[in-house]
């Protein structure tokens, strides 16, 4: 490997020990839980934390945990489910687009 190609040493962020230094950074907590936000463009629906949430697009129906792999998706009319802990709340969706980006969860609904 020549020495153009070598990654640079010290940088955060680069490398397996730049990647455990990112995930050290998050704790045990946010493992297991994500961010979510579902809202129109003039109510927001649901803000907070949540576990896990289901919901439906054309090829059926899916669920969604924390660290998800990044993805959009098209939502159908559905009955979207946030769950946390023994917690659950249910709205009821005619369609939207949801948005999952680093434990980051954004349904965009009435678009």
């Given at each position: ?13 680069t ?31 649901y ?22 792999h ?21 709205v ?9 980006k680093?434990d980051?969860?954004i349904v965009?609904?009435?678009?």
């Amino acid at each position: 490997m020549s020495d153009e190609a070598k990654p640079a040493e010290g940088v955060a962020g680069t490398g397996a020990i730049g990647q455990a230094n990112a995930k050290s950074d998050k704790s045990e907590s946010d493992a297991t839980t994500m961010q979510v936000k579902v809202h129109s463009p003039f109510k927001v629906y649901y803000e907070g934390v949540a576990s896990s949430i289901s919901a439906e697009s054309a090829t059926g129906p899916f669920d969604i945990l924390p660290e998800h792999h990044n993805f959009i998706t098209l939502l159908v009319p559905c009955d979207l489910v946030i769950r946390n802990g023994k917690n659950e709340e249910v709205v009821a969706i005619s369609g939207g687009i949801m948005h999952v980006k680093a434990d980051d969860v954004i349904v965009f609904l009435d678009v």
